[in-house]
């Protein structure tokens, strides 16, 4: 159930120059999904818009979401003077999830879709998988490497997260759910350059991807997919007005027809924001 | 207390609607709102073949609003007469259609197909979408094609029809007349304002179609001011909407001279905006003794 509701900030510290780590005290942390987004609301009038961002963790007892985010504008600095007390207006869980792109129920590991024929430990057990992170797409793969440890061997979660430098932010918690392989463009740390050039290097192989970064990436991923025959699930980023399906600003172009318009046009917020690579026409 | 209003003989429970491409056909919504509290659904536009819009990014936001060039994406109208009319048919609200086309023929061809569905209460024409580049806004921006258009269309619709005037006009007034006079049963406004935003760090427009519609608290000003001068200029009742946030704001549209309220760009910034702003009406009604809704239109001294 999507709601918009006033919930409250519970912690917030800066774990990297401009990136923010916030734990927010809310109940629709019972239903979130690895890969899904909250919407949230700047309490400056003159910003009306949602700021969509992803959730990089749920807590044990499912009662709080954090969110990582980078200041990126206006919204998002104020976001970041927000303390433990502090109000925080947020519309979720939006999206479909990383788990549900491939056609599982990420919180129960039940199939959700006619063309997926096993449950997620089946799907998973004895595989290997890679969970790839750029920059500020590295938080979601943080509750997705949880949620995978449910179905699978930690040691074959293989989470290459690429960084501009030695500001490695949430790279202990990864590591607390997977192997961790990281790239920094200036070398300072791991493999020298991106998420790719880690997994040549470290001679890496996967039998499904999930991804989230900036466009570059996710484009070298799609191709690096298609290459390796495995598919690929990448989430995608796009301004939004409303986070629920209705403005149709939000939308990457598709292979098939989609659903709502039948026009190769499908919706990111509500058809995604994950997607199977192979799927959306990112060029 | 009686909240009822009446548009072209139609009788609405509320004044409350909602702007067309704000709400989709309100299924997305539905999970927020109970759709059967509304005054009327005011779908967002649909052609007579599917349309595929504009290149993202198709919304930027801007000082206490929004600019958007969505371009029209819409489904048709058979995907249309399928889907969105028999989810809204579940519901106690009246259905108003929004009509968009490149030409007359295209919007004739949409007409003649919602003239079979007994289910749709109003068509809302518009003619003022200033993000698609063939027909449509030239329709809105000249008052001999506007009235041509409303002339061409009552003669086709089996519903009464309500024009959508663009604020993209030197006088509001010559094209409501205008509308009027070709036999509009009722007009809507303001649609959007064309509007631009730069990115200056990467030198590039905001949005991909250069210009979008602006939206939001931001032009409601100006749309108060256009429905005022609407209201005394035509007879035929109006829609008002252009920036309602809430209760208080719908009230000055209908205080302008509004028989109706639609709440747009707000619904992505709270879902329940159109809830509230009913209950708000209603609580300036008891607050102030207004036994009837109507003894609000137009009533500023």
């Given at each position: 159930?999507?709601?918009?509701?006033?919930?409250?900030?519970?912690?917030?510290?800066?774990?990297?120059?401009?990136?923010?780590?916030?734990?927010?005290?809310?109940?629709?942390?019972?239903?979130?999904r690895?890969?899904?987004?909250?919407?949230?609301?700047?309490?400056?009038?003159?910003t009306?818009?949602?700021?969509?961002?992803?959730?990089?963790?749920?807590?044990?007892?499912?009662?709080?979401?954090?969110?990582?985010?980078?200041i990126?504008?206006?919204?998002?600095a104020e976001?970041?003077?927000?303390?433990?007390?502090?109000?925080?207006?947020?519309?979720?869980t939006l999206?479909?999830?990383?788990l549900?792109?491939?056609?599982?129920?990420?919180?129960?590991?039940?199939?959700?879709?006619?063309?997926?024929?096993?449950?997620?430990?089946?799907?998973?057990?004895?595989?290997?998988?890679?969970?790839m992170?750029?920059g500020?797409?590295?938080p979601p793969?943080?509750q997705?490497?949880?949620?995978?440890?449910?179905?699978m061997?930690k040691?074959?979660?293989?989470?290459?997260?690429?960084?501009?430098?030695?500001?490695?932010?949430?790279?202990?918690d990864?590591?607390r759910?997977?192997?961790?392989?990281?790239?920094?463009?200036?070398?300072?740390?791991g493999?020298?350059?991106?998420?790719?050039?880690?997994?040549?290097?470290?001679?890496?192989?996967a039998?499904?991807?999930?991804?989230c970064?900036?466009?570059?990436m996710?484009?070298?991923?799609?191709?690096y997919?298609q290459?390796?025959?495995?598919?690929a699930?990448?989430?995608?980023?796009?301004?939004?007005?409303?986070?629920?399906?209705?403005?149709?600003?939000c939308?990457?172009?598709?292979?098939?027809?989609?659903?709502h318009?039948?026009?190769?046009?499908a919706r990111?917020?509500?058809?995604?924001?994950?997607?199977?690579?192979?799927?959306?026409?990112?060029? | 207390?009686?909240?009822?209003?009446?548009?072209?003989?139609?009788?609405f429970?509320n004044?409350?609607?909602?702007a067309?491409?704000?709400?989709?056909?309100?299924?997305e919504?539905?999970?927020?709102?109970?759709?059967?509290?509304l005054?009327?659904?005011?779908?967002?536009?649909v052609?007579?073949?599917?349309?595929?819009?504009?290149?993202?990014?198709?919304?930027a936001?801007?000082?206490?609003?929004?600019?958007?060039?969505?371009?029209?994406?819409?489904?048709?109208?058979?995907?249309?007469?399928?889907?969105?009319?028999?989810?809204?048919?579940?519901?106690?609200?009246k259905?108003?259609?929004?009509?968009?086309?490149?030409?007359v023929?295209?919007?004739?061809d949409?007409?003649?197909k919602?003239?079979?569905?007994?289910?749709?209460?109003?068509?809302?024409?518009?003619?003022?979408?200033?993000?698609?580049?063939?027909?449509?806004i030239a329709?809105?921006?000249?008052?001999?094609?506007?009235?041509?258009?409303?002339?061409?269309?009552?003669?086709?619709?089996?519903?009464?029809?309500?024009?959508?005037?663009?604020?993209n006009v030197t006088?509001?007034?010559?094209?409501?007349k205008?509308?009027?006079?070709?036999?509009?049963d009722?007009?809507?406004l303001?649609?959007?304002?064309?509007g631009?935003?730069?990115?200056?760090?990467?030198?590039?427009?905001?949005?991909a179609?250069?210009?979008?519609g602006?939206?939001?608290p931001?032009?409601?000003p100006?749309?108060?001011?256009?429905?005022?001068?609407?209201?005394?200029?035509v007879?035929?009742?109006?829609?008002?909407?252009?920036?309602?946030?809430?209760?208080?704001?719908?009230?000055?549209?209908?205080?302008?001279?509004?028989?109706?309220?639609?709440v747009?760009a707000?619904?992505?910034?709270?879902?329940?905006?159109?809830?509230?702003?009913?209950k708000?009406?209603?609580?300036?009604?008891e607050?102030?003794?207004?036994?009837?809704?109507?003894?609000?239109?137009?009533?500023?001294?």
């Open positions: 159930m999507k709601q918009k509701q006033t919930a409250v900030v519970a912690s917030q510290k800066e774990i990297a120059p401009q990136i923010f780590d916030m734990w927010i005290n809310t109940e629709l942390a019972a239903e979130a690895p890969g899904q987004f909250v919407c949230v609301y700047p309490k400056d009038r003159s009306l818009l949602p700021r969509p961002i992803s959730i990089c963790e749920v807590n044990g007892d499912k009662t709080a979401l954090r969110l990582v985010y980078r990126a504008g206006q919204g998002t976001f970041a003077g927000y303390r433990a007390g502090d109000s925080i207006a947020i519309l979720g999206g479909n999830g990383f549900e792109a491939v056609g599982i129920d990420s919180l129960t590991g039940s199939i959700v879709r006619d063309d997926v024929e096993i449950t997620a430990d089946k799907m998973f057990s004895g595989k290997q998988v890679f969970l992170g750029g500020i797409g590295i793969m943080l997705l490497a949880k949620k995978l440890n449910q179905f061997e040691d074959r979660i293989q989470i290459i997260v690429g960084y501009r430098d030695a500001q490695t932010f949430l790279r202990e990864l590591e759910y997977g192997k961790v392989f990281i790239a920094t463009e200036d070398g300072s740390v493999t020298k350059g991106n998420v790719m050039n880690a997994i040549a290097e470290n001679g890496l192989s039998d499904k991807i999930f991804a970064g900036p466009m570059p996710l484009r070298a991923i799609k191709a997919a290459e390796k025959e495995i598919p699930y990448i989430s995608l980023e796009e301004h939004m007005a409303c986070g629920v399906g209705a403005c149709l600003g939308v990457v172009k598709t292979r098939e027809i989609d659903h318009s039948h026009v190769h046009n990111i917020c509500t058809d995604g924001p994950v997607f199977e690579a192979k799927e959306v026409e990112i060029g | 207390m009686n909240m009822q209003t009446t548009i072209a003989g139609i009788p429970k004044p409350v609607m909602t067309s491409g704000t709400f989709g056909s309100g299924m919504y539905g999970e927020f709102v109970d759709l059967n509290q005054g009327a659904v005011v779908t967002k536009g052609a007579n073949v599917p349309w595929p819009g504009n290149p993202t990014p198709r919304v936001e801007v000082y206490g609003g929004m600019l958007n060039a969505i371009g029209l994406q819409n489904p048709g109208i058979d995907v249309f007469l399928e889907r969105d009319i028999p989810f809204l048919k579940q519901y106690d609200t259905i108003i259609v929004n009509v968009c086309g490149k030409t023929e295209d919007y004739v949409v007409v003649e919602l003239g079979e569905e007994p289910a749709v209460a109003m068509l809302e024409i518009n003619v003022s979408c200033p993000n698609v580049k063939e027909g449509a329709f809105g921006q000249k008052a001999d094609a506007l009235y041509h258009i409303t002339q061409e269309l009552k003669k086709h619709a089996k519903q009464p029809i309500i024009m959508k005037l663009s604020p006088d509001i007034t010559e094209m409501a205008a509308a009027e006079a070709a036999g509009a009722a007009l809507s303001i649609n959007t304002i064309t631009m935003k730069i990115d200056i760090h990467r030198r590039k427009f905001a949005i179609n250069k210009t979008g602006m939206s939001g931001a032009i409601k100006i749309a108060v001011r256009m429905v005022y001068q609407a209201a005394h200029a007879k035929i009742p109006i829609i008002g909407m252009g920036g309602i946030a809430n209760a208080e704001d719908a009230i000055e549209f209908i205080l302008a001279g509004a028989s109706a309220v639609s747009g707000m619904n992505f910034v709270n879902p329940y905006t159109t809830i509230e702003v009913i708000g009406i209603e609580a300036y009604m607050r102030y003794h207004v036994e009837n809704l109507t003894d609000l239109i137009g009533a500023v001294e």
